[in-house]
């Protein structure tokens, strides 16, 4: 009787070796590969991401892409630029909020805990703007949201400098209202 062929010894090298020096490192034992079905490793690995807290489902969440307008929104809001951004979205649409005749006369030029400052090109307009104070102050908080503007401090018009020139006046000059 023939003697069988030497059973041939299996070579631990490439993927074999690789496999039992990682089982070997993580403090497993090697097992033989059982290969389940892949809808059974999809559960598994859907069931174990939900339970560490990184499931993603069909509805958006922070992980996604975000638009710029998502993102920078809540920049603002972090940092609590919501009113400052919307007062001066009212200094660029002035004159179509408080109307055409009172814009090409008045101009905002600053705001700061409820006090809204304008410059009027003339004193005539000072005046005129001190008795529509109320109404633009309604107005102005009908478009901002209730309670950002409570009082307009309202300026005249700048006279000129008497510092400089030829003509140049010590002093604090000639007492002239300009307008």
Known sequence: ?????????????????????????????????????????????????????????????????????????????????????????????????????VGQHVTPESFADGRLVVRTDSTAWATQMKLLAPDVVRRLNEVLGEGTVQVIDIEGPRGPSWKKGRLRVKGRGPRDTYG
């Open 1 to 101: 009787m023939p003697k069988p062929p030497p059973a041939e010894e299996h070579d631990d090298s490439g993927l074999d070796l690789a496999r039992s020096i990682a089982r070997g490192l993580a403090g497993k034992t090697p097992k033989k590969s059982t290969r389940s079905s892949p809808a059974r490793t999809d559960a598994a690995r859907r069931w174990r991401t939900a339970r560490e807290g990184r499931s993603s489902g069909a509805h958006p969440d922070d992980r996604d892409p975000q638009t710029m307008d998502t993102t920078m929104g809540r920049f603002v809001s972090e940092q609590g630029w919501e009113t400052e951004l919307r007062v001066h979205g009212v200094f660029s649409r002035w004159e179509a909020i408080v109307g055409r005749d």
